[in-house]
């Protein structure tokens, strides 16, 4: 893959030392003439995740750099020795609750460093743009599933942080025609690599399968299923669950829709049908053979009963296939590499 001056197309991946952009990243190192320039400043990565990424690419195709989004010293001066064909922004804050207590720190580093590398983009005519958001920006929409076009109305600062970036990209867009950007919207992203050499490390975790996973290894005493009576067939709220490579597998879908010359647009990323708290909890009780404590809680404040999506679009427009959408496979990628976190320590 050649940019027009027949050189090897450059993307900038922010954040990708984090759980999604190294598995993005892998899956670039099989594109060939492909550069990647990483840069994370490893609040939330893994840093070990990037000596693995260095692996797979011959070193001139490949470098991480130790970089603060935050910087917009440091990150111009990068735009202006790279000359780069496209950007893959991962780099967030992702805690929904922290973001209750302090929006200005998801606000500065979701929607501020956003609009700061989208103007960067801009400037130094990098055309192609492809942004993480989320489910959340939908908040609690009461018709399932959901599609590109249902109303967004996030019901928390990480949420709505996503959508101001989203927000600042399509204006971006509309007044430079040719910067052109995808948006993947991305329900609830679980699993690993298929050889366990990479996966999901946040610092502080929150989503569900690890957390539950984490009871079956001992790391936690008992999983809390907050709230049993939610109108679903077994009281629990139902997520679509992704798994990361099928995730990973949509950006490259997206990088090729960009450099084929399509619109901007926004797309959902899910598969379209979810599973109950209850049933990952079985299913995880079942991979890993351990019957762990489970205890019922009140429901927490704006958890919706269902958040499905509707991925039509993706499928029909990208031709996105995703191929891991296997409840159990993704329980039993997550429990490998959890029993391969504990083991070194992390
Ligand atoms: N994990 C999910 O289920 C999920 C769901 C929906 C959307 N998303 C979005 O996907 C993206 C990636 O999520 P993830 O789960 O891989 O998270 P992650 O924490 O593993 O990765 C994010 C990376 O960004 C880096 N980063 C954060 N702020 C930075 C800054 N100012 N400068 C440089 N690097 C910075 C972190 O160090 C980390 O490596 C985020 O934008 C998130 O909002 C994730």
């Not at 780099?91 to 200005?104: D, R, T, W, Y």
């Not at 055309?127 to 929409?141: D, H, L, R």
């Not at 351990?290 to 009963?305: Q, Y």
Request: glycine share 6%; proline share 3%; charged share 25%.
């Amino acid at each position: 893959m050649q940019n027009k001056e027949n050189e090897p197309m450059h993307i900038l991946v922010t954040g990708g030392a984090g759980y999604i952009g190294s598995h993005v990243v892998r899956q670039l190192s099989q594109m060939q003439d492909i550069k990647i320039t990483v840069i994370d400043n490893l609040c939330g990565g893994y840093f070990d995740s990037i000596s693995e990424l260095k692996l797979l690419f011959q070193s001139d195709r490949f470098e991480f750099l130790n970089v603060d989004l935050n910087d917009f010293g440091r990150v111009e001066e990068l735009f202006k020795d790279s000359k780069f064909d496209g950007v893959i922004h991962f780099a967030a804050h992702l805690q929904v609750g922290e973001s209750v207590l302090n929006p200005l720190k998801y606000y500065m580093n979701n929607t501020v460093n956003t609009t700061h590398l989208i103007h960067m983009c801009q400037k130094y005519e990098v055309n192609k743009f492809i942004f993480s958001s989320t489910a959340a920006v939908y908040g609690e929409p009461s018709k399932m599933p959901i599609r590109e076009t249902t109303p967004t109305a996030p019901i928390n600062p990480y949420g709505m942080s996503k959508l101001m970036s989203e927000l600042v990209l399509q204006d971006a867009a509309r007044a430079n025609q040719d910067f052109k950007y995808v948006i993947l919207r991305y329900f609830n992203v679980a699993g690993a690599s298929m050889d366990n050499s990479i996966g999901e490390c946040h610092i502080h975790e929150t989503h569900l399968i690890p957390l539950i996973v984490h009871a079956a290894i001992g790391k936690r005493e008992k999983i809390m299923m907050f709230g049993a009576d939610y109108p679903t067939p077994d009281g629990s709220c139902i997520r679509d669950y992704v798994h990361v490579e099928d995730l990973a597998s949509a950006h490259i879908q997206a990088w090729h829709y960009l450099n084929e010359g399509h619109e901007s647009d926004v797309f959902n990323c899910g598969y379209g049908h979810g599973y109950s708290v209850k049933e990952v909890i079985d299913m995880v009780k079942r991979v890993s053979g351990v019957n762990f404590k489970v205890e019922i809680a009140l429901r927490r404040e704006g958890d919706p009963a269902e958040l499905i999506a509707d991925n039509l679009k993706i499928k029909n427009i990208m031709g996105w296939k995703p191929k891991y959408d296997d409840l159990e496979l993704i329980c039993k990628n997550a429990l490998n590499w959890e029993q391969k976190m504990t083991k070194k320590g992390t």
